[in-house]
């Protein structure tokens, strides 16, 4: 169900930052192709993102021959001072777990 489907808008949660860091988390394999799929948004986007999430700390690449692996700093803290104090890692664990560790804890998410 897309977002317009529940509020007649088109907004998401997440920003774009927080797609593509999401799916890094996922996949921290992937290509920025990839990457640009999962978010949603052009490969040129994709690109500037990861780019600002590298220079702000909240990820590292390593080249591993020709592809890129991304790692990502769960202890990068959130930039809004609404989230002031709280880092990234909990938040990226709780939306990259699977379903199946989900159903396996279900207290755990209370």
């Known amino acids: 169900m897309s977002a317009s489907d529940q509020s007649g808008g088109s907004w998401t949660l997440l920003t774009g930052h927080g797609h593509v860091l999401v799916e890094i988390a996922r996949n921290p394999d992937a290509r920025i192709r990839d990457i640009s799929t999962a978010a949603g948004i052009t490969e040129r986007t994709a690109q500037a993102i990861v780019t600002d999430l590298e220079a702000a700390g909240y990820i590292t690449r390593t080249r591993v021959g020709r592809r890129t692996r991304y790692t990502v700093n769960p202890r990068s803290l959130f930039r809004h001072s609404a ?9 990226l664990d709780l939306l990259t777990r699977t379903a199946a560790s989900a159903q396996a804890e279900p207290d755990a998410a209370r």
């Open 83 to 91: 989230q002031q104090g709280h880092q990234v890692g909990p938040f």
